[in-house]
């Protein structure tokens, strides 16, 4: 890739993801508040004492699922991770292509809903390489990104809505890119999704990539010192569970 090409990537994140949810940040948090089943599954399941990172940590809605855990968050967002600190959650500000963490310090990670906002798989795999260096070995990571697929053996994701009318919220962007309509099946991996913020009723566009079947599984076997312990699809979503093994 060149480097005009490296930077465009990163213009399409700094637009459409750092600085959307900067912007969101109080409106996004009001929706994200129940943790997901399976992720509390994860974490429930670790041992008293083990330390955790929770790498994209949004408005700390994992950090204090299990209270015998040290979680420690990171994000982008200031605007979110000061929402944790009033959570008196411990929080930094990081990117998650460069964590600020020792190599082979932590029990464990989890990245949930973080990786499918990165613009290449090159910077995707470049992000699970990340998270496995900052792991110990033997420590597992459980991954979460959103699915092409919101059907599963004939059942909707909780995502769609049948029978509702729904339209684009902004039909004059001039987007590089499809803008999804929000709560139907994608038609496309690479979309702009948006989001209505309550607090100035605009509507923001943040960028997705959308993982077909498959496609996960396929990052990982680009990774190294990993085995994949667990794929799976939970509501509209594609998961992985890997582990260090040296």
Same mark, same amino acid.
């Given at each position: 890739?060149?480097?005009?090409?490296?930077?465009?990537?990163?213009?399409?994140?700094?637009?459409?993801?750092?600085?959307?949810?900067?912007?969101?940040?109080?409106?996004?948090?009001?929706?994200?508040?129940?943790?997901?089943?399976?992720?509390?599954?994860?974490?429930?399941?670790?041992?008293?004492?083990?330390?955790?990172?929770?790498?994209?940590?949004?408005?700390?809605?994992?950090?204090?699922?299990?209270?015998?855990?040290?979680?420690?968050?990171?994000?982008?967002?200031?605007?979110?991770?000061?929402?944790?600190?009033?959570?008196?959650?411990?929080?930094?500000?990081?990117?998650?292509?460069?964590?600020?963490?020792?190599?082979?310090?932590?029990?464990?990670?989890?990245?949930?809903?973080?990786?499918?906002? =990165?613009?290449?798989?090159?910077? $995707?795999? +470049?992000?699970?390489?990340?998270? *496995?260096? %900052?792991?110990?070995?033997?420590? #597992?990571?459980?991954?979460?990104?959103?699915?092409?697929?919101?059907?599963?053996?004939?059942?909707?994701?909780?995502?769609?809505?049948?029978?509702?009318?729904?339209?684009?919220?902004?039909?004059?962007?001039?987007?590089? =890119?499809?803008?999804?309509?929000? $709560?139907? +099946?994608?038609?496309?991996?690479? *979309?702009? %999704?948006?989001?209505?913020?309550? #607090?100035?009723?605009?509507?923001?566009?943040?960028?997705?990539?959308?993982?077909?079947?498959?496609?996960?599984?396929?990052?990982?076997?680009?990774?190294?010192?990993?085995?994949?312990?667990?794929?799976?699809?939970?509501?509209?979503?594609?998961?992985?569970?890997?582990?260090?093994?040296?």
């Amino acid at each position: 890739m060149s480097n005009q090409q490296a930077t465009g990537k990163f213009d399409l994140e700094k637009e459409h993801v750092f600085d959307v949810y900067d912007k969101i940040a109080e409106s996004f948090s009001e929706t994200r508040y129940k943790p997901w089943p399976k992720v509390k599954q994860f974490l429930d399941s670790l041992e008293d004492g083990c330390i955790v990172f929770d790498i994209g940590c949004g408005n700390g809605k994992y950090l204090n699922v299990n209270k015998n855990l040290l979680t420690i968050g990171s994000d982008t967002s200031i605007p979110l991770l000061e929402i944790c600190r009033n959570k008196d959650a411990e929080v930094f500000k990081a990117n998650c292509l460069c964590l600020p963490l020792r190599s082979n310090s932590g029990d464990a990670c989890i990245c949930i809903a973080v990786i499918h906002h =990165l613009s290449s798989a090159s910077r $995707r795999i +470049e992000s699970i390489q990340e998270i *496995v260096r %900052v792991l110990k070995v033997g420590g #597992k990571a459980l991954i979460y990104v959103w699915a092409f697929e919101q059907k599963r053996n004939g059942k909707n994701s909780d995502y769609i809505k049948i029978g509702k009318s729904l339209t684009n919220v902004d039909e004059e962007t001039n987007a590089l =890119l499809p803008v999804h309509c929000n $709560r139907t +099946e994608f038609k496309e991996q690479d *979309v702009f %999704v948006p989001f209505k913020s309550k #607090k100035d009723s605009k509507s923001y566009f943040r960028y997705y990539h959308v993982f077909k079947e498959g496609e996960l599984n396929e990052l990982l076997t680009s990774v190294a010192n990993i085995t994949v312990l667990e794929i799976y699809y939970d509501n509209g979503n594609w998961c992985a569970i890997i582990q260090k093994i040296k």
